[in-house]
């Protein structure tokens, strides 16, 4: 029973694509969160999202595009793939709830969708 | 940036020797937190230090936060092979509610 899934696991794509990651959590979480993780393993918070609320936006281009239909599920839609996209991209969630303070628990990570522009 | 900073950033080291990373961190923090990522895997969650405490254990683990010097380390006592991972600190600030990962320590540990 995974806690935290992403699909799909490998995504290659051609420049200027459009494409979908999709995560899922069972563990009942309030929070989800999209990191990205480059080529030096430099993790880097993109958005999170409190029970379908976005919560944290970082400097991340308009072409992300991050959807919550429920508090179970966080979507990542990139517009017009560039080839500096390529990285491994995490899905993550945690009980820590709206914009700060944590109940003492980490968070869970997906197993990570490794995205290749070319 | 509130990125942290972890040294070493690699560290390699026999079987049954002990293994300590530190990581320093630059704003007050609600709580820091060490995760493991195996080469292509996603990262776990090890332990957690709020910032009231000053020393946890879990298993081979012992974590300390020192909030003056703004810094932690993590021991791994007895290290295995199956202890090769990159390491990770990350700290909750208490603005925002981010998680903010250092860049890791990537330790091996030889048979």
């Known amino acids: 029973d995974t806690a935290v899934s992403q699909t799909p696991k490998y995504l290659v794509t051609q420049m200027g694509n459009d494409k979908s990651i999709k995560c899922e959590q069972n563990?009942?979480?309030?929070?989800m969160y999209w990191y990205k993780q480059d080529s030096k393993k430099f993790l880097k918070i993109m958005f999170s999202?409190?029970?379908?609320?976005?919560?944290i936006n970082e400097t991340v281009p308009n072409r992300f595009s991050p959807k919550s239909p429920d508090k179970a599920h966080l979507n990542l839609h990139i517009n017009s793939l560039e080839l500096g996209d390529s990285a491994v991209y995490f899905c993550?969630?945690?009980?820590?709830?709206?914009?700060?303070?944590?109940?003492?628990?980490?968070?869970?990570f997906g197993s990570g969708t490794r995205l290749t522009v070319v | 940036s509130q990125q942290g900073e972890e040294d070493p950033q690699a560290l390699s080291i026999q079987e049954g020797e002990n293994a300590t990373m530190n990581c320093s961190y630059k704003?007050?923090?609600?709580?820091l937190q060490w995760y493991r990522q195996n080469s292509g895997r996603g990262l776990v969650h090890l332990i957690l230090?709020?910032?009231?405490?000053r020393e946890k254990h879990s298993g081979r683990l012992r974590v300390t936060l020192d909030t003056s010097k703004k810094s932690s380390s993590l021991l791994i006592t007895a290290s295995r092979a199956a202890d090769t991972a990159s390491y990770f600190c990350?700290?909750?600030?208490?603005?925002?509610?981010?998680?903010?990962f250092g860049q890791g320590t990537e330790l091996s540990v030889k048979p």
């Open positions: 993550a969630s945690s009980q820590i709830g709206g914009t700060g303070g944590s109940h003492g628990y980490g968070y869970t």
């Open positions: 563990l009942g979480h309030d929070t």
């Open positions: 990350a700290t909750l600030y208490n603005q925002g509610g981010k998680l903010i």
């Open positions: 999202y409190n029970n379908k609320e976005l919560i």
């Open positions: 704003t007050s923090i609600n709580n």
């Open positions: 230090i709020r910032s009231n405490e």
